[in-house]
């Protein structure tokens, strides 16, 4: 199955550092790269607080989603790795805001981690499915 890389504006370019595409289409299937705090709009890492992080990653993955021709009501998987497992509740409470309080929600994985090369503290990656 031939598979095809999706730039996403201003975020493609700020991650460029890496050896990676953010967003990579096979098939029916779209697979967004883990994501970091990183602004959509200008590309700069975002620092603060652990819902600070998870709404501005979020935003990125809204970012990756409109590039890809779909929305969050198309993610079937959802990765989130945190460098603290009690931060747990808080990224909860972000999660459900995001999907609605109610669901339905797309299957997650919760990964507690050691640390990343820089300052954050929440990635997070998916899976889309974008056929009928």
Request: charged share 20%.
């Amino acid at each position: 199955m031939p598979k095809q890389a999706i730039a996403v504006p201003v975020l493609s370019e700020a991650l460029k550092f890496a050896p990676l595409e953010l967003v990579t289409r096979a098939g029916d299937y779209v697979y967004i790269s883990g994501l970091p705090p990183y602004s959509p709009e200008t590309g700069e890492l975002v620092s603060g607080d652990v819902p600070t992080q998870v709404k501005t990653s979020l935003a990125a993955l809204d970012a990756c989603l409109a590039a890809a021709g779909a929305t969050k009501d198309d993610i079937v998987n959802v990765r989130i790795y945190s460098t603290n497992s009690g931060w747990f509740a808080a990224i909860n409470e972000v999660y459900r805001e995001y999907f609605g309080a109610d669901g339905p929600f797309p299957s997650r994985t919760f990964v507690p981690v050691a640390s990343w090369f820089t300052n954050f503290d929440i990635e997070i990656d998916c899976v889309v499915y974008l056929g009928d």
